[in-house]
Nanobody
Framework: QVQLVESGEGLVQPGDSLRLSCAASGRTLNRYAMAWFRQAPGKEREFVAATSWSGRRTYYSNSVKGRFTISTDTAENTIYLQMNSLKPEDTAVYYC??????????????????????WGQGTQVTVSS
């Protein structure tokens, strides 16, 4: 059974930084990809960032590109989301997820929630002055 456990929730002010972590267990991850999604109240879950397990391939939504960085620590089976220059519109519950890293995945399906087979429980990020 795969388990994904997020941590790093927080209440920060606009312009601040925050780092989220997602610890993975129960799967050999070298053929898999990992991603972060977020869901704000009343909105659909949206793609934030994705990475191959090696970290060689990374993808970002336009809304976070240049501010957020996704990374992996393969020794610790953990992925991170470094969030800088946070804005109030970044307020959401953030989820990590895992999917098989196929060619279709890397061609663009990483944006779809449907390709992910395991999800974490979510961690709250609130950006407010």
């Amino acid at each position: 059974q795969v388990q994904l456990v997020e941590s790093g929730e927080g209440l920060v002010q606009p312009g601040d930084s925050l780092r989220l972590s997602c610890a993975a267990s129960g799967r050999t991850l070298n053929r898999y990809a990992m991603a972060w999604f977020r869901q704000a109240p009343g909105k659909e879950r949206e793609f934030v960032a994705a990475t191959s397990w090696s970290g060689r391939r990374t993808y970002y939504s336009n809304s976070v590109k240049g501010r957020f960085t996704i990374s992996t620590d393969t020794a610790e089976n953990t992925i991170y989301l470094q969030m800088n220059s946070l804005k109030p519109e970044d307020t959401a519950v953030y989820y990590c997820a895992t999917a098989l890293g196929t060619s279709d995945y890397y061609s663009g399906y990483y944006r779809s929630t449907e390709v992910y087979d395991y999800w974490g429980q979510g961690t709250q990020v609130t950006v407010s002055s």
